[in-house]
């Protein structure tokens, strides 16, 4: 069974930084794909960003594209985003997704959530 934990959420003022970490476990993920979606209060859910774990290729949503940077540490199953020059619409809860193993567009998994807050 997949598991993901999503932790590094929290409060941060505007112009700050956090990193988000998902912690994967359960299946040898070489065959899949890991991504971030957020999901604001009132709004659907959207793709932020996602990782092939083999080969390592990288995947953003336009809008997030040079703030945010997804990143993987295969020894310890561990995808993080980098978020930097965060804004008050950043705001949201940010979960932390698998698809797999070779369909990489269906996201079956979902880790539980970190809440990330920005100030203004």
């Known amino acids: 069974q997949v598991q993901l934990v999503e932790s590094g959420g929290g409060l941060v003022q505007a112009g700050g930084s956090l990193r988000l970490s998902c912690a994967a476990s359960?299946?040898?993920?070489?065959?899949?794909?890991l991504g971030w979606f957020r999901q604001a209060p009132g709004k659907e859910r959207e793709f932020v960003a996602a990782?092939?774990?083999?080969?390592?290729?990288?995947y953003y949503a336009d809008s997030r594209k040079g703030r945010f940077t997804i990143s993987g540490d295969y020894a310890k199953n561990t995808v993080y985003l980098q978020m930097n020059s965060l804004r008050p619409e950043d705001t949201a809860v940010y979960y932390c997704?698998?698809?797999?193993?070779?369909?990489?567009?269906?996201?079956?998994?979902w880790g539980q959530g970190t809440q990330v807050t920005v100030s203004s």
């Open positions: 990782i092939r774990w083999s080969g390592g290729t990288t």
């Open positions: 359960g299946r040898t993920f070489s065959q899949y794909q």
């Open positions: 997704a698998a698809a797999g193993p070779w369909t990489y567009d269906d996201y079956a998994y």
